[in-house]
């Protein structure tokens, strides 16, 4: 369930909340791009996205300052697409390709090495904060099944082993780093969802 808008979570979330003057310098080319501020809407969501790591309710908030927007616009907008999130993500956001060509070659058994490895299920994401498993329907690569994403990284035709071996990796790494390294904004608002009994 995502964290819903306003109250405490919002107030701890959002002491000092600001962009980076790089993502700042970034908002002001996107919105010279478009005629109005609300055609900048989702580049804006997505750049946020990438700065504080998910859309907090005090990141929403910020977006519609920036835009002059209102914050049932922002909200609406962010609520419609999945690939905005309104929850915290672990740093290694892992979507297994389950539709046609990548099932017939072994999605399935991909899936089950992820739920073994890690201990969640679709949709979860690891008490450490380092994983957050997704199956999805298409990666665009049906000719190279079964295909899987970690972050923005790609990997074809990926057999069982392949895959315990790549999660394995990123386990040991991650654990090394801790897991708010590269998660930006899981030490800010952890407590928050604590409170509001997401975490």
């Not at 049906?142 to 994403?149: F, G, N, S, V």
């Amino acid at each position: 369930m995502a964290p819903s808008i306003g109250g405490a979570m919002a107030e701890f979330c959002s002491d000092g909340l600001a962009f980076s003057p790089t993502a700042k310098a970034r908002v002001a080319e996107l919105l010279g791009r478009y005629p109005r501020k609300q055609g900048a809407l989702i580049p804006v969501l997505w750049l946020a996205q990438e700065e504080f790591g998910w859309l907090s309710p005090a990141v929403l908030d910020l977006v519609a300052a920036e835009l002059g927007l209102s914050k049932s616009a922002v909200l609406a907008t962010a609520m419609f697409y999945t690939m905005l999130y309104k929850q915290p993500h672990g740093r290694y956001h892992v979507q297994i390709c389950t539709n046609v060509s990548c099932y017939l070659l072994g999605a399935d058994d991909l899936v089950r090495v992820a739920v073994d490895a890690l201990g969640i299920q679709p949709g979860e994401t690891s008490e450490d904060g380092l994983f957050t498993l997704e199956a999805v329907q298409c990666l665009c690569a049906c000719e190279r099944a079964p295909t899987l994403q970690v972050n923005k990284k790609d990997y074809f035709r990926v057999t069982p082993a392949q895959f315990q071996q790549l999660l394995t990796q990123l386990q040991e790494e991650g654990l090394r780093l801790g897991p708010s390294v590269g998660w930006p904004g899981a030490d800010n608002c952890q407590g928050a969802l604590a409170e509001a009994g997401h975490a």
